[in-house]
């Protein structure tokens, strides 16, 4: 009994030293396993299971192994975190756009920005490689242990606004829906390229965030795409042949 009325106290302390969460303020909740949140030059400390706590500019979200967090901010948008990862939120701010810098050290995760009541907004994901800039979509941005990034594209709020990739050599790609781009930074080099997104793109998320909720059109729309672009061929002998299109392997 003694030793329960200590832990139930020392739980009471640690939430009672929590900032109480108010509308407007930006949050990390703890969605399954180990999620920690850290203060520049201080401990982590960890955050209890489906618990959320205010996340404050340049704190840092940590997650473990088999492990999720969600970071939501004031204008709706968030951000899913993986398994082993590692995200400072350099600033958030909002007049009439919202404003907001990530910093991806390591890990995989999956943005919805969003743009609430007509508002607009402008986000940026620093990694290793280079930033991504979204302006409101939906999509992945992972960064792997030897450096590669990859960013997915699944949705644009706005279509004259894609996704922007500009490495630190200087490279600018441009990704629309159903895109995704892979690049390496090698010997100061980025050797990065755009293509047309394949489910082994989409999978390499799907442990952490599932597949997104409209992949399965989304798939059916770039197959077609690459079936129309596919040599056609011929099946069957003399009156019994026909032509047909090709299909795009992985379709």
Same mark, same amino acid.
Do not use: H
């Given at each position: 009994m003694k030793t329960r009325a200590l832990v139930l106290a020392a739980s009471a302390l640690i939430a009672a030293s929590l900032p109480v969460i108010a509308d407007g303020d930006k949050t990390v909740q703890n969605l399954k396993g180990s999620v920690s949140y850290q203060k520049p030059s201080k401990a982590a400390k960890p955050i209890a299971g489906q618990a959320s706590i205010v996340l404050a500019d340049k704190d840092l979200t940590i997650t473990g192994l088999d492990s999720e967090a969600a970071v939501t901010l004031p204008d709706s948008s968030r951000v899913l975190v993986g398994s082993d990862a590692k995200v400072q939120l350099a600033f958030f701010n909002q007049t009439d756009i919202a404003n907001a810098k990530f910093v991806i050290y390591q890990g995989r995760f999956r943005f919805n920005v969003e743009h609430p009541s007509g508002a607009k907004a402008n986000y940026t994901f620093q990694t290793p490689t280079? /930033? +991504?800039?979204?302006? %409101?979509?939906?999509?992945? &941005?992972? @960064?792997?242990?030897?450096?590669?990034?990859? @960013? /997915? +594209?699944?949705?644009?709020?706005? *279509?004259?606004?894609? +996704?922007? @990739?500009?490495?630190?050599?200087?490279?600018?790609?441009?990704? /629309?829906?159903?895109?995704?781009?892979?690049? /390496?930074?090698?010997?100061? @080099?980025?050797?990065?390229?755009?293509?047309?997104?394949?489910?082994?793109?989409?999978?390499?998320?799907?442990?952490?965030?599932?597949?997104?909720?409209?992949?399965?059109?989304?798939?059916?729309? &770039?197959?077609?795409?690459?079936?129309?672009?596919?040599?056609?061929?011929?099946?069957?002998?003399? *009156?019994?042949?026909?032509?047909?299109? %090709?299909?795009?392997?992985?379709?």
């Open positions: 280079g /930033n +991504v800039a979204v302006r %409101g979509t939906q999509g992945d &941005i992972g @960064v792997a242990d030897d450096g590669t990034l990859s @960013v /997915n +594209v699944y949705e644009l709020s706005d *279509p004259d606004l894609p +996704v922007i @990739v500009s490495t630190k050599d200087g490279q600018t790609f441009t990704l /629309n829906v159903g895109q995704g781009f892979v690049g /390496n930074f090698i010997n100061g @080099v980025v050797q990065g390229k755009v293509d047309d997104l394949k489910q082994q793109a989409v999978d390499q998320f799907s442990p952490d965030f599932g597949l997104p909720d409209n992949w399965a059109q989304l798939k059916a729309e &770039i197959c077609a795409k690459l079936d129309a672009q596919m040599p056609s061929k011929t099946v069957g002998i003399g *009156p019994f042949s026909k032509t047909i299109g %090709g299909t795009a392997p992985g379709c």
